[in-house]
Every structure is written in structure tokens, then in C-alpha cells.
């Protein structure tokens, strides 16, 4: 007989297999009897210590030390105005305070699915920021922002094309004109304009 979690093994047959859980342990066991004597393997609760624990604990340590960082070694306040210490400690007591929030609610959940099309944010960030050292921000901010609607939010062509303008001239508009931050231009153009 072999007792195995079906929570965490899908699929399993019912034949051979007969399921059983401990979620208040958060442990799962595999007994299997062989000539009258029973083997057991615990995988224990480090096997629950995946990215629902560890990684917010990660950041709960960065955030804290966002917060020390940012009151002890830079100014909070300076001539009444927010000194180069404020969006550290605001940024981190919210991570901080979101990470203890991850930790404590992590018992409550079930253990997370993971699929390839989780990938696609972080590959279309990549993608965007290699092409903007190519070819420049704005040219690689219509790629990706047209890119993403027409092809992963399914969009038609022709929002697609208008909510990619509207970004895109929004951006440029408040950014590189009125706010005069320097984005850059790609090798591909400073090539061209020397």
C-alpha cells in the first residue's frame, strides 16, 4: 500500500493508491509495505519552505533594512522638505509590511501552481529593455506595449494601435518634454546621430 498526498501529486491511481492528507501538518508521507515491514519517507514541512516563505522573508529582511537604512544613515526630513532617505523608508516598511502579510497568510493557502505562461511579464520586460539599448525607449516602448495588446491581452488591431500612440505620446509628452528625463536613445540611433 502506498499512502501519498494527492494535494501535491496529482493523477494518481486509484487502484493502487489510496490518498491521504495532513494539511495542518503540511507534511505528506509515501509509506510503502514490502514483506510485511513499512518504509516511510517524510518530506517534511522544508518541502512547504518554497517561494511562499522563503521569498517573503527575503524581502521582508530587504525592507527592513530599507527602513533602517533610510532613518539612520540619510535624512528623512531636510529643510522641510523629503530628504534622500524618505522613499527608502516608505518603500520599505510597505514591503515590509506586505511581507509579513505573505508569511502569515502562507499556512491559509493552497500551494501555488506554476505554468509557463506565468513567464511571459518577466520575458516581454527583458525583451523590452534589451531592445530600448538597441533601438531606443520610445521605439521599444510601441514594440512591447503594441506587442502585448494585440498578442496577449488578444486585443483588436485597431485598439491596440490607439491605446499604443496614446501611451506612447503620453509618455513622451510628460517624460522626455516636460520633465526632461533623459531616456536612452539606443546604439542603433547613437550611431546615426553621432
Given at each position: 500500500m502506498?499512502?501519498?498526498?494527492?494535494?501535491?501529486?496529482p493523477h494518481i491511481?486509484p487502484k493502487?493508491l489510496?490518498?491521504?492528507?495532513?494539511?495542518?501538518?503540511?507534511k505528506?508521507f509515501l509509506t510503502?509495505?514490502k514483506?510485511g515491514?513499512q518504509y516511510t519517507?517524510?518530506e517534511?514541512?522544508?518541502k512547504?519552505m518554497t517561494?511562499r516563505v522563503?521569498l517573503?522573508?527575503?524581502?521582508?529582511?530587504?525592507?527592513?533594512?530599507?527602513v533602517?537604512?533610510?532613518?539612520?544613515?540619510?535624512s528623512?526630513?531636510?529643510?522641510?522638505?523629503?530628504?534622500?532617505?524618505?522613499?527608502?523608508v516608505?518603500?520599505?516598511?510597505l514591503?515590509?509590511?506586505m511581507s509579513?502579510l505573505?508569511?502569515i497568510?502562507e499556512?491559509k493557502?493552497?500551494?501555488?501552481e506554476?505554468f509557463l505562461?506565468?513567464?511571459?511579464p518577466?520575458?516581454?520586460?527583458?525583451?523590452m529593455?534589451?531592445?530600448?539599448?538597441?533601438?531606443?525607449?520610445?521605439?521599444a516602448?510601441?514594440?512591447?506595449?503594441f506587442g502585448?495588446?494585440?498578442?496577449?491581452?488578444?486585443y483588436?488591431w485597431?485598439?491596440?494601435i490607439l491605446?499604443?500612440?496614446?501611451?506612447t505620446?503620453s509618455m513622451?509628452g510628460i517624460?522626455?518634454v516636460w520633465?526632461?528625463?533623459?531616456f536612452?536613445v539606443?546604439i542603433?540611433?547613437?550611431?546615426?546621430?553621432?
Amino acid at each position: 500500500m502506498i499512502l501519498i498526498c494527492k494535494k501535491y501529486i496529482p493523477h494518481i491511481c486509484p487502484k493502487c493508491l489510496q490518498i491521504g492528507c495532513s494539511k495542518k501538518l503540511l507534511k505528506f508521507f509515501l509509506t510503502a509495505n514490502k514483506n510485511g515491514i513499512q518504509y516511510t519517507i517524510s518530506e517534511g514541512e522544508a518541502k512547504q519552505m518554497t517561494n511562499r516563505v522563503i521569498l517573503p522573508s527575503v524581502t521582508a529582511i530587504v525592507g527592513a533594512a530599507w527602513v533602517v537604512l533610510g532613518l539612520s544613515h540619510y535624512s528623512w526630513y531636510l529643510n522641510g522638505k523629503p530628504g534622500s532617505g524618505f522613499f527608502p523608508v516608505i518603500a520599505g516598511a510597505l514591503l515590509l509590511a506586505m511581507s509579513i502579510l505573505a508569511i502569515i497568510s502562507e499556512g491559509k493557502k493552497d500551494p501555488p501552481e506554476f505554468f509557463l505562461y506565468h513567464l511571459h511579464p518577466l520575458i516581454a520586460a527583458i525583451g523590452m529593455i534589451l531592445l530600448a539599448l538597441i533601438i531606443g525607449f520610445f521605439p521599444a516602448l510601441v514594440f512591447y506595449a503594441f506587442g502585448w495588446l494585440r498578442w496577449y491581452e488578444k486585443y483588436t488591431w485597431k485598439i491596440s494601435i490607439l491605446t499604443t500612440a496614446i501611451a506612447t505620446v503620453s509618455m513622451y509628452g510628460i517624460f522626455a518634454v516636460w520633465l526632461r528625463v533623459p531616456f536612452p536613445v539606443g546604439i542603433l540611433f547613437e550611431g546615426i546621430l553621432g
